[in-house]
């Protein structure tokens, strides 16, 4: 059998997750696995012969990325393909329990089987910087929420994602997110008393949305920024400024491999740490021990 997972990543978090995702599956052989990212070059894949696919985005102002709805949008599925959808964010924030209703509907339409919606947790890449042992933490949450994915999929146990009025009202009106990073964009720019021309950010845009002005040999935004923070948050001289954001953000990226693998990290961030922004994750992270403690306890 074959599995196809298709995502979109702005800084690189989901496709670690989707690189987790896609090992676990081979370890259990459960699925021979490919992957396909989209971007500025993407073709449509070909979805025949795939029994399941995998949709995996990061969460924008409570919405799957627009560059994402407009890619899964123009797919046509396969009849009784399954679907499992693995989402991924800073935080776990109730509302973002809708991103994927646009999604949903489209699954609808072609009549294909949407078994379960995963809500994974990865570090922020604006507002703020998580610290290593906070992201530990949130490592453990993962793997414990990987683990019941592949646990339902072995046992074709199916959670209908139930829609909320409320929360599909809230989604669309922060559909509101995906004008402003075209008008944001219109304030970036580039301190070149930092900015040593390497043209990095102009080579990882996923839409061609940053460009070099041979004339003036500058670099310019355009106005199609869908906000992935890609540009600024990979910046090697931290020399983007990124408009009305900017006190909002994160420059230089997480060596995620060795926060999952440094054995001096002990994941207990939250213990530690009880402000009201990290409450909202006690929640959530109890939720999954106790489904996990339901599928794995030997009691």
């Known amino acids: 059998m074959k599995c196809l997972i298709i995502y979109f990543t702005g800084t690189y978090n989901t496709k670690y997750l989707v690189e987790k995702i896609r090992d676990r599956l ?3 052989k459960l699925f021979e696995v490919d992957t396909f990212s989209i971007d500025r070059k993407s073709l449509k894949p070909n979805l025949k012969g795939y029994e399941l696919i ?3 985005y990061p969460i924008y102002a409570f919405n799957a990325p627009i560059i994402f709805d407009k890619f899964v949008k123009s797919l046509k599925f396969i009849p009784n393909q399954k679907i499992i959808i693995a989402k991924q964010s800073g935080e776990p924030i109730f509302l973002n329990n809708s991103s994927s209703y646009t999604l949903i509907r489209k699954i609808k339409k072609d009549k294909v089987n949407l ?9 922020y890449n604006i507002h703020f910087r998580y610290d290593d042992n906070f992201i530990k933490e949130l490592f453990t949450y993962n793997k414990k929420l990987l683990d019941i994915m592949i646990y339902e999929l072995k046992n074709n146990i199916v959670h209908k994602v ?6 599909a009202f809230n989604t669309f ?3 509101i997110q995906r004008l402003g990073g075209p008008v944001n964009s219109c304030f970036y720019k580039v301190d070149y008393s930092k900015c040593i021309m390497c043209q990095k950010c102009i080579k990882q845009c996923p839409i061609n949305n940053i460009t070099l002005d041979t004339k003036t040999n500058k670099i310019k935004f355009h106005n199609k920024c869908l906000m992935c923070m890609r540009c600024s948050f990979f910046c090697p001289k931290d020399a983007i400024n990124i408009g009305m954001l900017q006190n909002w953000k994160v420059n230089g990226g997480y060596n995620l491999n060795r926060i999952e693998n440094d054995a001096t990290l002990n994941g207990d961030y939250l213990s530690k740490h009880q402000s009201k922004f990290f409450k909202l994750f006690i929640k959530p992270i109890d939720k999954i ?3 996990y403690d339901k599928y794995f306890s030997k009691d």
């Not at 078994?115 to 947790?121: A, R």
């Not at 139930?162 to 929360?167: E, G, V």
């Open 115 to 123: 078994l379960n919606e995963y809500h994974f947790l990865m570090p």
């Open 162 to 167: 139930k829609y909320n009025p409320i929360l």
């Open 289 to 291: 021990n106790k489904l």
């Open 173 to 175: 009106l922060f559909k």
């Open 54 to 56: 995998i949709l995996s």
């Open 26 to 28: 081979k370890q259990e």
